[in-house]
């Protein structure tokens, strides 16, 4: 038999083969399928059973607050406390649930809690479903994949919270994308979310494409073109898995226009994709007076972000030791401090400001940076009072609840020039100037000099005109936007 002869019969048995197997394969996923649908019909019924049971004996409909860290003290919990308190106010008949993976505390602590930091009074109480998977969505439990890990890790706490608790209206109030199908289409409830930074966006992949390492591109794959290439693959599936799970939100409010264009590019919901601005409570600062700080004997640059990596504190020190060498405006080292005020969230945050701490000293500052972690509302209040310099060095902020507070309470603010500070908050008022803008190290030096150089008057009317710009993000304005886009998933609890 000739070779080619002989390769045909081969060629002809694997076709046959191959024939024999679809079939059965076919109606293996056929029957899979079926019992995957039951099995999905099943949940989906259990669920709404449990729902019914809870409406019989409660009679008020719930909505639920996805919020696993909802005890940090950060900018996203005051959005959390701020949008429960204006539905309470507004809905007198319905009920509330935060859905926490705080350990260790108390559902009355946690409201204790946010008094204190927030200055913020719930008019009702909230019942609390404390979740014990947690650490399923931590960071750290995933060195590798992070993003995927996390993502997949919320599916799991997802599944847990809605076991614990089934309610009418769902609100993800974190950035938990992956938990939204979840709860609409196994819990039949209608869901919102409330997005405060998109987990992937075109600007992580501009980062991961040019090569540039940052805090979440590490060296070694910035260094390696292979290694970069199969991150930006990874990068745009995740993309798109995040979009489809982001779609099914019935409602999407986003914090500023940085995050409304990412969204709209990944979820590409624009008739349910509204800006709902972070409430800031400005009102709380206003009412002090503004005045010339000619006779301050101490200028401090106060910075308030968690101590998360993305915030970017070695910059902010490393900045200020170049400052303290240029002594700008004659000022020597005794009339210059830097106040890092901030909340940690859990062990490698804590880690992170005894990493903070070692650059101190390796830099030789430690004697004029002080750190003031997790300080309730007033002390926060008194720092930013005093501050001249109102510091923010996060790349690509999605908002800056902290670059608001910090011009509310009279300081001249200079912050990253990306993201929400650039586009939506130090922007020019009325034709003046409101703050200053900085990208790296030496801008940052640079602009810190200029402002210290200002004449008291000067820096007043920086001050004056910043305060007033920022009454578009007080807390009334946000509870107004909150309400107007949750209004339509409201109206079918109180019909």
Request: charged share 20%; aromatic share 10%; net charge neutral.
């Amino acid at each position: 038999m000739a070779p080619h002869d002989h390769l045909s019969l081969c060629l002809c048995d694997v076709i046959r083969l191959l024939w024999s197997l679809f079939l059965p394969c076919l109606y293996l996923c056929l029957v899979l399928s079926a019992l995957l649908a039951l099995l999905i019909m099943g949940v989906r019924m259990w669920l709404q059973h449990r729902r019914s049971i809870r409406l019989a004996l409660e009679k008020s409909p719930v909505v639920a607050f996805f919020h696993p860290y909802c005890n940090a003290g950060g900018g996203g919990e005051r959005v959390l406390w701020c949008a429960i308190r204006a539905l309470q106010n507004r809905y007198q008949d319905i009920s509330f649930v935060v859905y926490t993976g705080d350990q260790g505390v108390t559902g009355e602590q946690i409201i204790d809690r946010a008094r204190q930091r927030f200055n913020i009074r719930l008019p009702r109480p909230v019942r609390f479903v404390f979740l014990k998977h947690r650490f399923l969505v931590e960071a750290s439990l995933y060195p590798h994949f992070t993003l995927l890990g996390q993502s997949v890790g919320s599916i799991f706490l997802g599944w847990e919270a809605l076991c614990e608790f089934v309610p009418d209206v769902y609100v993800d109030s974190m950035g938990y994308a992956f938990t939204l199908p979840i709860f609409r289409y196994l819990g039949s409830c209608r869901v919102a979310s409330y997005v405060h930074y998109p987990t992937v966006s075109t600007d992580m992949l501009s980062v991961v494409r040019e090569r540039d390492p940052r805090f979440n591109n590490a060296g070694y794959i910035a260094d390696n073109p292979v290694l970069s290439a199969i991150k930006v693959v990874y990068y745009c599936a995740f993309a798109l898995l995040y979009g489809l799970a982001g779609s099914c939100s019935d409602v999407v409010m986003v914090n500023s226009s940085w995050t409304l264009g990412h969204i709209l590019a990944l979820w590409r919901a624009p008739n349910r994709t509204v800006i709902v601005y972070p409430p800031c409570d400005v009102q709380a600062f206003v009412d002090a007076p503004l005045e010339e700080d000619a006779d301050r004997k101490c200028h401090a640059l106060v910075s308030v972000s968690q101590f998360r990596p993305e915030k970017d504190h070695r910059l902010q020190i490393r900045a200020f030791r170049t400052l303290l060498d240029r002594k700008p405006a004659g000022l020597d080292r005794g009339a210059l401090k830097l106040v890092l005020v901030g909340g940690c969230r859990n062990q490698e945050d804590e880690d992170r400001v005894l990493m903070l701490r070692g650059l101190c000293q390796e830099l030789g500052v430690a004697d004029r940076v002080e750190f003031k972690l997790n300080v309730p509302f007033e002390e926060l209040k008194k720092e930013l009072m005093g501050a001249t310099v109102g510091l923010h060095t996060m790349w690509n902020e999605h908002f800056g609840i902290g670059v608001v507070e910090c011009m509310a309470a009279g300081a001249v603010v200079l912050a990253h020039k990306s993201g929400g500070p650039q586009l939506d908050i130090v922007v020019p008022y009325e034709g003046a100037a409101t703050g200053f803008l900085a990208d790296e190290e030496s801008s940052y030096t640079d602009a810190l000099e200029r402002i210290l150089s200002l004449s008291p008057a000067a820096r007043l009317e920086i001050r004056q005109n910043a305060r007033r710009s920022v009454a578009r993000f007080s807390d009334e304005e946000f509870e107004a936007s909150f309400l107007a886009a949750l209004e339509p998933l409201m109206e079918t609890l109180v019909r």
